[in-house]
Structure formats: structure tokens, C-alpha cells
């Protein structure tokens, strides 16, 4: 009976360890929503009934809508995410960033896995909110643990919407892709995570089995691209340009 009460207690210890911090996320649009340069908020129906934000940066006469998707326990306008959406609007795309699920600010990324069935309903209906907006063929940007929530959402949906799907700094293997029938480009620095550098070669084994799709290895780059951002946009625009606008 000790031993049940505990493992009990454990459990829900654990959950609410792991729970989804809603509050934080408040606390990243108070932050990012008033001081936007580039595009307009919007709030987009999400699940459990909870609209989450998203960064619209529309273009007149777009060539593609992308959907843009975050890392790690940041928010749509951060670092290179919040510099790609908008220099890939300047470029004639319309750009859509959410805001992915985060937990508190010591979460390591393990601890995300629970919420990797939140983070595929959110692009799930963002692809829909897109694409009713008809701006053109859509195409899925990660990055980093967004890379691996847009894997766990490919796992789980097929007939995905999407064109293409931009894939950075994926930590490990694409593992299973059944349902992935669109063109990769795999992109990671020269200089990125262990964990990326180390799984490069696995990456590429299931990239050169879709057609169209390639690996590209940013040079100098770090994980965050820091610096190497214009060649990050031209390795997205030039993969593009070839397999989605073509």
C-alpha cells in the first residue's frame, strides 16, 4: 500500500513537473506583442479549448506560406527564428511563427517529450489557419526542438498539408517518415551540437532517400546560425525556388 501511495505521488509529481507553463507562455506574448516590428499578432484556436500566438507577416502576391516553428522554451519573434520570418517575408514568402508549448526555464529538452502531442495539434492547426488564407503552397520551417516536434507531428498525420518542410539543427535522426512525402532540406552549422553533428550521417541516409530533398552544412555556423544568417536565407530561398516554386 506505502509502495502504490508513492508511485502515486510520483506520478503526479511528475506531471506537474512536466505540465505545459500556459503562465509563461502570457509572459512571452506581454513581452514580444507590443513591441513587434515585423508582421501582426494573431491568436489561433489551439488545443484544449486555448488560442496560442502567432506572428503574421504577410507579403502581397506570395510565392509560399510558411509556417515557422521555434525551439526550445523561447517565442515566434526569438533569435534566428524571429530574423528568418521576417527576412524570408522580405524575400516574397508569408511567414506564420507560433508560439510552441514551453515549460519552466530549467526544462531540459527530455522533459518536452509529453508535449509533443500539443506541439502537433498546434501545427496541425495552424496549417489550417494558413492555409485558408490561400497565399500559395504551404511549407514547414523548424528549428531545433522545433524541428523535433515537427518530426512527432509527421509521425502522426498523414497527408500532412505541407510542400516541403525546412528541417534545422534536428538533434539525432528523423526516425520514422512514413508519412513524409515531400521534399527536406536538412540544415545544420558546422560548428552546431554534438548531438547534431554526431547524427549527420543518418540524417543524410533518409534525405537522400526523398526525392528532391538534400542536407546542407552551414559553414562557420553555430546552432543558432549567429552571424551566418543571410546564408541560412539563401540555402532556404535556393531549395525553395527549386522544389516548391519550380
Excluded at 154 to 170: I, K, S
Excluded at 186 to 200: F, M, Q
Aim: aromatic share 8%; with cysteine.
Amino acid at each position: 500500500m506505502v509502495r502504490a501511495c508513492v508511485a502515486i505521488l510520483l506520478a503526479v509529481f511528475l506531471l506537474q513537473a512536466q505540465a505545459q507553463d500556459y503562465e509563461r507562455e502570457k509572459r512571452w506574448s506581454d513581452e514580444v506583442v507590443p513591441g513587434l516590428v515585423v508582421g501582426d499578432a494573431v491568436w489561433i484556436d489551439g488545443p484544449e479549448g486555448r488560442k496560442f500566438l502567432g506572428l503574421l507577416a504577410e507579403t502581397a502576391q506570395a510565392r509560399a506560406a510558411l509556417l515557422v516553428v521555434h525551439g526550445i522554451g523561447v517565442h515566434p519573434d526569438h533569435g534566428v527564428i524571429g530574423t528568418l520570418r521576417s527576412i524570408l517575408a522580405d524575400a516574397g514568402y508569408t511567414t506564420l511563427s507560433i508560439q510552441m508549448p514551453v515549460l519552466n526555464s530549467d526544462a531540459a529538452p527530455r522533459e518536452y517529450e509529453p508535449l509533443l502531442q500539443n506541439a502537433a495539434a498546434r501545427i496541425h492547426a495552424a496549417a489550417d489557419w494558413l492555409r485558408a488564407k490561400g497565399e500559395g503552397p504551404l511549407v514547414l520551417v523548424s528549428h531545433s526542438l522545433g524541428s523535433a516536434m515537427s518530426r512527432a507531428y509527421f509521425e502522426g498525420t498523414p497527408g500532412a498539408p505541407f510542400a516541403a518542410w525546412v528541417c534545422m539543427g534536428l538533434s539525432g535522426p528523423f526516425g520514422s517518415m512514413r508519412n513524409v512525402k515531400v521534399p527536406v532540406l536538412d540544415v545544420y552549422g558546422e560548428n552546431d551540437l554534438p548531438s547534431v553533428l554526431r547524427s549527420d550521417w543518418r540524417r543524410r541516409i533518409t534525405v537522400d532517400s526523398l526525392p528532391g530533398s538534400r542536407q546542407v552544412k552551414i559553414a562557420h555556423a553555430d546552432h543558432f546560425y549567429a552571424g551566418r544568417e543571410k546564408e541560412l536565407m539563401a540555402s532556404i530561398d535556393g531549395f525553395l525556388r527549386t522544389q516548391v516554386l519550380k
